[in-house]
């Protein structure tokens, strides 16, 4: 096991959910952390809950390849250097038959899914790769390896991600910089309430009947990859809950 201690942690999305609890955990460790979001008064929120932590904030909406680029080389020295990128900024919209979709939530997907992870990957790994260090984490997810009904878009950028991760890992073959892709299946976060636009009862029973994944329980997986020895690279991890068992086969108790 390596130690995170000092070690610059750069997480997109950190301002609820996976990319919060990612943070919180890392911080434990005693790493640096970048923290980057849209809702700068949530990071704000979670950056007073970790006094003991040195924290540099980013108000960022990583579909923007500009401010990607700007917020990238205009970090203080003393941050530049990022240790580990985890590329966990990420959501979807709704439900529709691809023929019915929405225009709109298409492009919100495919910008933030792949492109903001293409743009941060772009603009991070370079000075990795001069470093001689580094590891990139990719939020992938089981929608990724099998579709559902309404996931098309999802699942397909999800696909990318799963595609990237691997070609990423051998355009890095060669250099000490490692890539891991975590794939979890039902995670209960702030998700649901996305995809269904703020409809907070159509989101709960999404989980209802099951006991899901929590953001925790997916940073502690983060975790253990980014802390390996530096010769071993866990390139792909699938974690679903106990009563899952694929992206469409959910045991549901009464």
């Avoid at 910008?111 to 992938?140: A, C, F, Q, W």
Wanted: glycine fraction near 8%.
């Amino acid at each position: 096991m390596i130690s995170l201690e000092n070690q610059i942690v750069l997480i997109t999305g950190a301002s609820s959910g996976i990319g919060a609890a990612c943070a919180k955990m890392f911080a434990g460790a005693g790493a640096k952390l970048i923290l980057a979001a849209r809702r700068l008064e949530r990071l704000e929120e979670l950056a007073k809950s970790l006094t003991s932590a040195q924290i540099h904030l980013l108000e960022l909406d990583v579909r923007d390849r500009s401010a990607v680029e700007s917020a990238i080389s205009h970090l203080p020295s003393s941050w530049s250097d990022i240790d580990i990128l985890i590329n966990n900024a990420g959501l979807s919209r709704r439900l529709d038959k691809l023929h019915e979709g929405d225009f709109q939530d298409w492009e919100e997907m495919i910008d933030t899914n792949i492109k903001g992870l293409l743009y941060l990957t772009r603009y991070v790994v370079p000075g990795m790769v001069n470093r001689g260090r580094g590891h990139v984490v990719n939020l992938g997810s089981i929608a990724g390896h099998q579709t559902y009904p309404g996931g098309n878009v999802y699942c397909a950028t999800k696909a990318a991600v799963k595609a990237l991760s691997e070609g990423l890992k051998q355009d890095l073959l060669g250099t000490p910089v490692r890539v891991t892709s975590v794939d979890p299946g039902m995670v209960e976060t702030e998700f649901s309430q996305v995809r269904f636009h703020g409809d907070v009862d159509r989101a709960k029973r999404v989980y209802q009947g099951v006991n899901p994944l929590t953001a925790d329980d997916i940073a502690d997986v983060i975790f253990f990859c980014t802390t390996r020895s530096p010769h071993v690279n866990i390139n792909e991890v699938i974690l679903m809950p106990v009563n899952q068992a694929s992206a469409t086969l959910v045991h549901r108790q009464p």
